[in-house]
């Protein structure tokens, strides 16, 4: 028979009772940080890599420590900190980070635009040359809009599944900077 603990896993507001045990191939018959890593993603899902575990505010660290040597007992309550790994919301998070950046972007665009047009404002191009640029300045800033408008309905058309929340908190906040783009 392996040697065995009993622990109690919190990761988030879930509680996990978990039972840690050496497998039957290994030699050393004692129990390992490593052996409640795979507990931990066994029981909860987040991989180990993800993984950080806290024990009476000191870190798991070292797989190669005894749960012993960490002042673990059966029954003991261990904190986990982690996230598992979603590919699809990770998808979802980078297209919407290139329409952040696309809106960065156009909100230089125009910042460029409106530095021009307060200089014109302030009479430094001659009356000729102002009558020229400003149906150009006009045509751009109708473009820029343009584009801002294209950006909303890309996100708007983005399927963004209920269990991924930090992509549609990403999602409102690229809406509401592009909600609030002026020149």
């Not at 065995?4 to 879930?14: A, C, E, F, N, T």
């Not at 012993?68 to 919301?89: Q, R, Y």
């Not at 809106?103 to 191009?125: H, I, N, R, Y």
Request: aromatic letters at 2%; hydrophobic letters at 35%; proline letters at 3%.
């Amino acid at each position: 028979m392996a040697a065995s603990m009993k622990l109690l896993i919190v990761h988030g507001s879930q509680k996990h009772s978990i039972d840690v045990c050496v497998p039957d191939d290994e030699e050393n018959r004692v129990v390992m940080v490593e052996h409640l890593a795979l507990a931990a993603w066994k029981a909860t899902g987040v991989p180990v890599q993800n993984q950080r575990l806290i024990y009476k505010g000191k870190s798991l660290k070292d797989p190669e420590k005894t749960l012993e040597e960490m002042g673990l007992k059966d029954g003991a309550k261990v904190m986990m900190i982690g996230k598992k790994h979603n590919p699809e919301e990770e998808a979802e998070l980078k297209s919407l980070e290139e329409v952040d950046k696309a809106q960065e972007a156009v909100e230089k665009k125009l910042t460029g635009m409106s530095d021009e047009l307060e200089g014109m404002e302030k009479g430094f191009l001659e009356e000729p040359l102002m009558t020229e640029s400003l149906p150009k300045l006009e045509k751009r800033i109708g473009l820029s809009t343009e584009e801002l408008m294209k950006m909303l309905e890309r996100l708007d058309s983005t399927i963004i599944q209920e269990s991924h929340i930090d992509a549609k908190k990403k999602r409102k906040s690229v809406v509401q900077r592009i909600q609030v783009t002026k020149l």
